[in-house]
C-alpha cells in the first residue's frame, strides 16, 4: 500500500468518529416530522456506523452460513492488516 494511501486511511480512522457523532447529533437536533423518515435516516446512521466497525475495529463480513461462528473470533479487519503492514515495511 502506498504510504499516501496509508496516511488518507488513518485520517479518515480517526475522522469517521467525529463525522459519525456529529451527524448523529445532528439527526437527534433535526429530527425529521415524519417519523418514517427519521427512522430511514437512523438506519442509515446505524448502517455507517456498522461500516466504520467492519474496516476499522473488527471484522464483520463473513457468508452468511458461517457468519455467526466466525464474528465471534474478533480478527482484526484486512484494511487495519495492510496498513500496519504497510507501516512496517516503511520503518
Known amino acids: 500500500m502506498p504510504?499516501?494511501?496509508v496516511a488518507t486511511y488513518k485520517a479518515l480512522?480517526?475522522?469517521?468518529?467525529?463525522l459519525l457523532l456529529a451527524a448523529?447529533?445532528?439527526l437527534i437536533i433535526?429530527?425529521?416530522d415524519n417519523p418514517a423518515i427519521g427512522v430511514a435516516l437512523l438506519g442509515?446512521?446505524?448502517?455507517?456506523?456498522?461500516?466504520?466497525v467492519n474496516y476499522f475495529v473488527v471484522r464483520l463480513a463473513y457468508p452468511p452460513s458461517t457468519w455467526l461462528s466466525r464474528v465471534r473470533?474478533?480478527?482484526t479487519?484486512?484494511?487495519?492488516?495492510?496498513?500496519e503492514a504497510a507501516?512496517?515495511?516503511?520503518?
Do not use: H, K, M
Open 30 to 32: 433535526t429530527w425529521p
Open 77 to 83: 479487519p484486512r484494511l487495519v492488516q495492510d496498513i
Open 3 to 5: 504510504p499516501r494511501l
Open 13 to 18: 480512522r480517526g475522522l469517521n468518529p467525529v
Open 44 to 52: 442509515v446512521w446505524g448502517f455507517g456506523l456498522v461500516e466504520y
Open 87 to 91: 507501516q512496517s515495511a516503511t520503518q
Open 24 to 26: 448523529l447529533v445532528g
Open 73 to 75: 473470533q474478533w480478527r
